[in-house]
């Protein structure tokens, strides 16, 4: 099982819509979570952390499971700017702070 | 305030040919790494460095080799590429005082097709 896995998608969603991800992982040492948004052909960029308590920032909301080991992303009113891959990120803190990726999940927002 | 930075951008090699790819970063993290990004891979650590001086394997390390001599710089080297290390290589940089200390921000990436 990898440790950090992702809803396979790719999602195609109407402009408007509202859209959840989710992110599992399997180290239940984990200690902190991020959600990273990657463009095509750039680089990933940090999105936001995920609390223990759910965050939200804008039409971006995030929660936290760590009794069934997940995360979830919650975007609603999706714009055509938010087509891009979502990774999840877990910090395993091992002798180093050992930032785990999940695959990512491709979206794209369609007129 | 560049960030991170990476050259070359783009590179295309001959199967056994060697390499140096150079990341810099100007935000004195302390910790830097390696990737690379392969399709439905995600990215996978290849090597990291937690300071100046010193560097430790990642999930991926044959075929690499890496040295941190200057804290702001962090070079990737290929001894004798192979087709299999065609990829998108992303380099990151995390940890300041004062900083979260996981939050990792990345270079822009270098493109390495390998023929």
């Known amino acids: 099982r990898k440790e950090v896995e992702q809803d396979p998608g790719p999602f195609n969603v109407p402009e408007g819509a509202t859209v959840a991800f989710n992110c599992t992982y399997s180290n239940s040492a984990s200690q902190s979570f991020f959600w990273y948004r990657q463009d095509c052909r750039k680089e990933p960029k940090l999105l936001m952390s995920v609390y223990s308590s759910g965050n939200e920032d804008g039409r971006f909301t995030a929660q936290l499971n760590r009794a069934s080991q997940y995360i979830s992303l919650l975007i609603r009113d999706s714009k055509l700017s938010d087509s891009a891959t979502y990774l999840c990120?877990?910090?395993?803190?091992?002798?180093?702070?050992?930032?785990?990726f999940g695959p990512g999940t491709s979206l794209s927002v369609i007129p | 305030n560049a960030g991170v930075t990476q050259t070359p951008k783009f590179r295309v090699l001959k199967t056994g040919q060697s390499m140096t790819l150079l990341c810099a970063q100007d935000m004195n993290h302390e910790y830097m790494y390696w990737y690379r990004q392969d399709p439905g891979m995600g990215l996978r650590l290849i090597h990291y460095?937690?300071?100046?001086?010193?560097?430790a394997k990642g999930e991926v390390p044959d075929g690499y080799n890496v040295s941190r001599l200057k804290k702001q710089n962090f070079l990737l080297g290929l001894e004798s590429a192979a087709p299999s290390q065609t990829s998108v290589y992303f380099c990151?940089?995390?940890?300041?005082?004062?900083?979260?200390?996981?939050?990792?921000?990345f270079g822009p990436g270098t493109r390495l097709t390998v023929l």
């Open positions: 990151a940089s995390s940890y300041a005082p004062g900083v979260a200390r996981d939050t990792q921000y």
């Open positions: 460095s937690v300071g100046e001086g010193t560097t």
């Open positions: 990120a877990v910090n395993i803190r091992a002798s180093y702070d050992k930032v785990i």
